[in-house]
Structure formats: structure tokens, C-alpha cells
């Protein structure tokens, strides 16, 4: 391995960013197709050196490929 096969930093940033908003746009238009309503849960915490981190999770259901 040679360091030129080695992506940069900004470039990962890129694919990640790039990936991110490929997500995105598949979760809300899922949530939009949703039989009825959304719930929301979320939880906190801390690691040992305080650093704190958060979680959202979404619960809905939607219709199978058969309808």
C-alpha cells in the first residue's frame, strides 16, 4: 500500500457528508409514508471522560412492497 492509495481526510469527509444525505432523504421519505404516527424515544449519556452523546430513535410503521 502506497500512501497515494490512501484517501485524505477531506475526501472521507466528502463520502461520509455524501452518504449522510443519501440517508436523510430515504429516512424523512419514509417517515412521510408512515401508517399514522411517530414516536420518538432518546436517551443521554456521558463517556469516562465526560463527553456527552445523544441518541434519537423513530418507531413507525410502514406498508410492505405488497401494499
Known sequence: IQDKD??????????ILKQYEIHWHEMTR??????GRISFTSD????GILKGFMA???H???????G
Open 6 to 15: 490512501i484517501p485524505h481526510r477531506t475526501k472521507l469527509t466528502e463520502l
Open 30 to 35: 419514509e417517515m412521510k409514508a408512515s401508517l
Open 44 to 47: 443521554m449519556w456521558t463517556n
Open 56 to 58: 434519537i430513535t423513530a
Open 60 to 66: 413507525y410503521i410502514m406498508k410492505d412492497a405488497a
